[in-house]
């Protein structure tokens, strides 16, 4: 499992800008794993909350893709829709842009 720990704006992937982990940041909830319109922190992103498996559809291009959820649970991109074939595990309160063409779905894990 490749684990994703950096971002692209403060040290160790945090947000720039963020006062703390834990909370409501860039409109995506505390809890939960956001896929931006973009490579940015710009508009309201889609959230997904429930362990498990999220498919997702036409996602494509380079989005940002953030871990807003407590210490041990992670988000995962997964090329196939059912879930499988993940090859990008983001930490929590981290965040990367990722091309998603190749992506179907999001997995979220934890304890």
Not at 70 to 85: F, K, V
Request: proline share 7%; glycine share 16%.
């Amino acid at each position: 499992m490749q684990v994703v720990r950096a971002g692209h704006g403060g040290p160790g992937g945090v947000p720039a800008g963020a006062a703390a982990a834990g909370g409501t940041y860039a409109n995506c909830s505390y809890g939960a794993a956001c896929i931006y319109g973009g490579a940015n922190w710009n508009g309201w992103p889609k959230e997904y909350f429930s362990r498990g498996n999220h498919p997702f559809y036409n996602q494509y291009g380079v989005k940002r893709v953030f871990n807003n959820q407590s210490p041990g649970w992670y988000a995962q991109l997964c090329r196939n829709a059912n879930g499988t074939n993940c090859d990008i595990t983001i930490a929590p309160w981290t965040y990367v842009d990722v091309d998603l063409t190749p992506y179907n779905s999001l997995r979220i894990v934890g304890p």
